[in-house]
């Protein structure tokens, strides 16, 4: 479906070339033009300032080239006036006959309102949360969940094929710790007093996974490596980070193990082009290393660096330690290989903050593999913390969750204590770019002070009217939309934006884009609700059928926009 923006750029386009063709305005190459929403009433729906870009290239006043363009415009039935503002702003008010019109338009399209062709064709890949299978998932990585399922959405209402992913690192020292951790709970299971090794994992869900382990297998593991403890508690790290994303909604397409590109070889592949292509060198210390750094390294067995300053890196990074060990960059190389392999023309990855420069070194890997880059987008996202406030300072404070599990930070009793729409909200309601302090005694309060309530109700009190309608047997069929008045249709103007969200949202990779616009939407929404009744004495029932229409496609669009955001539509509360 095409949005007005672009429908309004196509008559400024044709208004531009008819007005060169009638000698109005000299030739030239029309621009990309610039439509969006206008800023104060009174000043129509939409506005073009392309007249002030094309100054210099048609020689004339802007507002000269205003009214060429004016004179030349086509007639379309969106648009009701134009008119001149300013300088030479082309100012569009949409017509009222096709704002009504566009309920019907919205009843017929259902839950699939405003799926647009922007990704048609095109494969997209959104990976988040990505956490090692060591522990539960945190508040901290629920941000990256919701804003990486959030993106995923968005990008399939923008008309893409998205397969969400989770990259299992299920390689390395920490899942090497997370076996040998095991193996000693196991043995303590069994009555043998052994401690934790040093840096092991302290969380008490290794007691129970232990204890699980000595009923089912008995003392047969006790002269085992670390490796069958680590496969077991994968597994069941697995199975239990699943059932928490579950919770709020979130379930993966696919799980890609990091094992995987050790087993078949691929990360030796990687590193074995890269030097073919001159990229890497053995060595101590990188390349332009300083005096002091070299004196530093001196006693260092040799590592295998990446030359990432001829990308503009600051420096070059270590791929393989000197023990032989691979630095995350070789199979994060890697594994974004085996995506643009994998044929995904956009690849999402959410990240925390403290992985900023990492996928810029990726990005330069691939790039140094003679592959194409800019496929690869990233969001990073800052630390969240939850908090509520103290009765006797009143100042905010940090919840510490969970003594038992050894982390105090989970997801499983984030939801316990509010619900997976607060979470899911309140998480997206912020930049990802901005730190956030998650309030667990504001995010459920059952008041319009609370954004999840205000925009969810929204959509009750739509079904609120439905119930009161079908219960006095009255119907919105054969409505006469004629009937509605401007209140409602301000409501219609703010929901046509719902498209230009999304096409923003997954041009720009900014999801929270849709949270904003959720609570603009409901602030437009109940105020009229308070004044705009639809069933009652002394309203005349054709008014009552047009109304509860109306009300018809609010519900359809609160629907909407709270599945783009993984919310439920709650219809009574």
């Known amino acids: 479906m095409k949005l007005l923006p672009e429908l309004h750029a196509n008559l400024i386009e044709t208004a531009i070339q008819a007005a060169q063709a009638a000698g109005d305005l000299p030739e030239f190459e029309i621009p990309e033009i610039p439509i969006g929403p206008t800023k104060r009433d009174g000043q129509g729906d939409y506005a073009c300032p ?57 009843i017929a399209d259902g839950e699939g309102y405003f799926s647009l062709d922007l990704g048609t064709g095109r494969k997209a890949q959104v990976e ?125 397409d696919n799980f890609f193990n990091e094992d995987s590109l050790f087993q078949d070889g691929s990360i030796w592949n990687v590193l074995e082009e890269l030097e073919t292509r001159g990229y890497t060198y053995k060595a101590s210390e990188w390349e332009g290393a300083t005096d002091e750094e070299k004196a530093k390294a001196a006693n ?19 791929m393989v330690k000197s023990d032989g060990v691979p630095t995350y960059t070789l199979p994060d190389i890697a594994y974004h290989k085996n995506k643009i392999e994998r044929g995904f023309d956009i690849m999402v990855n959410v990240l925390g903050a403290d992985h900023g420069q990492q996928y810029k070194v990726v990005q330069m890997g691939i790039e140094a593999l003679g592959m194409d880059p800019s496929g690869i987008h990233v969001i990073i996202n800052q ?40 979470i899911r909200y309140h998480m997206l309601a912020r930049s990802p770019g901005s730190h956030l302090n998650f309030n667990v005694e504001e995010v459920v309060k059952q008041s319009n002070d609370n954004p999840v309530y205000y925009i969810q109700n929204a959509h009750v009190r739509c079904c609120g009217i439905e119930r009161e309608a079908e219960a006095r047997g009255l119907s919105d069929e054969g409505a006469d939309i004629n009937l509605l008045d401007d209140e409602e249709l301000a409501f219609i103007r703010k929901a046509l934006e719902m498209g230009e969200v999304i096409e923003a949202s997954a041009k720009l990779y900014e999801p929270h884009k849709i949270a904003f616009y959720a609570q603009e939407l409901a602030g437009t929404f109940h105020p009229i609700y308070d004044n705009v009744r639809a069933i009652g004495e002394g309203i005349p029932e054709d008014v009552t059928r047009a109304r509860l229409r109306f009300y018809h496609a609010a519900r359809i669009i609160f629907k909407r926009v709270l599945d783009l955001m993984g919310m439920s539509a709650p219809e009574r509360m």
Do not use: C
């Not at 006043?61 to 648009?79: G, M, S, T």
């Not at 006959?97 to 338009?105: M, P, S, V, Y």
């Not at 260092?300 to 270590?318: C, H, M, S, Y």
């Not at 006797?392 to 729409?421: F, N, Q, W």
């Open 300 to 318: 260092l067995d040799p590592a295998i660096w990446f030359r990432t300053t001829k990308f503009g890196d600051e420096k070059d990074r270590v």
């Open 50 to 106: 392309v007249a002030m870009a094309l100054s210099k290239v048609a020689k004339k006043k802007p507002r000269d080239i205003a009214e060429a363009i004016v004179k030349h415009l086509p007639e379309a039935a969106f648009v009701a006036d134009v008119e001149i503002a300013g300088p030479g702003f082309i100012n569009f008010t949409l017509s009222q006959d096709w704002l009504r019109q566009q309920i019907e338009q919205i």
């Open 383 to 422: 630390m969240v913390r939850a908090v509520r406030e103290n009765p006797e300072t009143g100042e905010l404070e940090e919840i510490k969750m969970s003594t038992r599990r050894g982390v105090y930070d989970t997801l499983d009793e984030l939801v316990e204590m509010t619900s997976a729409d607060a």
């Open 128 to 252: 988040f949360v990505s956490a090692n299978p060591s522990g539960p998932i945190t508040i901290g990585r629920s941000r990256g969940g919701i804003i990486g399922d959030t993106m995923a959405r968005l990008l399939e209402a923008a008309g893409f094929d998205v397969q969400r992913e989770y990259y299992f690192n299920n390689a390395g020292m920490q899942m090497v710790m997370l076996g040998k951790s095991l193996k000693a709970r196991y043995l303590q299971a069994l009555g043998q007093d052994v401690s934790l090794p040093e840096g092991g994992y302290q969380g008490e869900y290794l007691i129970d996974f232990a204890k699980e382990m000595a009923e089912k297998e008995g003392d047969k593991l006790v002269d085992a490596d670390w490796k069958p403890f680590k496969e077991f508690a994968e597994a069941k790290m697995f199975e239990w980070i699943r059932a928490t994303l579950a919770q709020i909604g979130i379930v993966h």
